[in-house]
């Protein structure tokens, strides 16, 4: 029988409350019959009695309420309904917890989960990739799952780490990304990147709901074109495995990174600024990024397909850039 992705998340917390019991749930509406706006947190608080507890509707307030439960010495997992709200906490998220430790010596170990990315119909509200937005802060790990083994692994490693931990799951992976077992047989430290298909005439960088576009992209090149690029699941952008970015553009000679987020000053100008600056003389062509449309993201469902990379795109990027 397989299991999802939100499958996994759920096992993940699930796990942790049965493991320690400084963990608890904190969030809009998971607790009760509803069980969160995506039932990732369904039964738990029948379960687990006085650890899944419903937030007001106010991210600023969730945030504070988990900084301090944080102090106190707990391990809040806190839920955002979406990720494009969590933008009402970025201060207590980047100026509160992430520099607690620099100001004091005294870590904030929390972490919080964010539904993010695009689903059909989402529109600009419900829809947007924030990763470099919490990624811009000192102190702050930026973890994006891709695989069901990994939105397991990943979730339960988050509440190890001392510092606090922005974990973005996509809400389009959820019910589509399926796997046999919710772990993954030797799983990689978080800040390690993945690759997920070796190849020889192109890189593609790619991370979160991105990751399985590329790897059909690559499909479809290898199919038609005869051309096999290696595929680099980041798994998490802060930390930012750069050594296994420069090893794979040492292998393949060029680059080219997706991301679902908007174009300026996000993940895809990161990486290729950083292998600009640490690999230039590896490149045998310029490095390429592609991202979604400079735009709100639309609500009709085939505009939100048009305004994303997909794996014809990135295919067809690909292509361009194995031919200079």
């Known amino acids: 029988m397989s299991v999802t992705y939100i499958d996994a998340i759920h096992r993940a917390m699930e796990d942790l409350l049965a493991e320690d019991e400084l963990v608890f749930l904190y969030g809009e509406d998971i607790a009760g019959s509803f069980g969160g706006a995506f039932k990732a947190t369904k039964g738990l608080a029948e379960k687990y009695p006085g650890r899944v507890m419903n937030a007001p509707i106010s991210e600023d307030a969730i945030l504070g309420v988990g900084i301090g439960a944080a102090l106190g010495g707990m391990h809040p997992i806190l839920e955002m309904q979406f990720a494009d709200f969590g933008t009402l906490a970025l201060n207590q998220m980047g100026n509160n917890a992430g520099a607690h430790y620099f100001r004091t010596g005294v870590p904030v170990n929390l972490t919080l989960r964010m539904p993010c990315g695009g689903t059909p119909g989402g529109g600009p509200f419900h829809s947007q990739s924030v990763e470099a937005l919490f990624a811009h802060y000192p102190g702050l790990h930026v973890l994006t799952p891709a695989t069901v083994g990994d939105a397991y692994d990943m979730l339960k490693q988050a509440v190890q780490i001392p510092d606090p931990v922005v974990f973005m799951e996509h809400k389009y992976l959820y019910r589509r990304v399926k796997a046999e077992s919710f772990t993954n047989p030797d799983p990689l430290p978080v800040g390690r990147a993945r690759i997920a298909r070796e190849g020889e005439h192109a890189t593609i960088i790619a991370f979160s709901a991105m990751v399985p576009e590329a790897l059909e992209a690559a499909q479809l090149l290898a199919e038609q074109s005869g051309y096999e690029p ?15 970015i420069l090893a794979s553009v040492a292998r393949t000679g060029r680059l080219l990174v997706v991301s679902e987020d908007f174009p300026w000053g996000g993940v895809a100008a990161e990486v290729v600024a950083r ?24 609500y009709h469902p085939e505009l939100w397909k048009a305004h994303r990379p997909s794996a014809a795109t990135i295919a067809q990027a690909t292509r361009y850039l194995i031919s200079l």
Not at 232 to 237: G, N, T
Not at 282 to 295: F, I, V, W, Y
């Open 230 to 244: 290696e595929v680099v699941d980041l798994r998490s952008v802060k930390p930012l495995d750069t050594d296994t």
């Open 275 to 298: 292998v600009a600056a640490e690999g230039l003389h590896l490149l045998d062509a310029p490095p390429l990024r592609l991202t979604s449309k400079e735009s709100p993201i639309p």
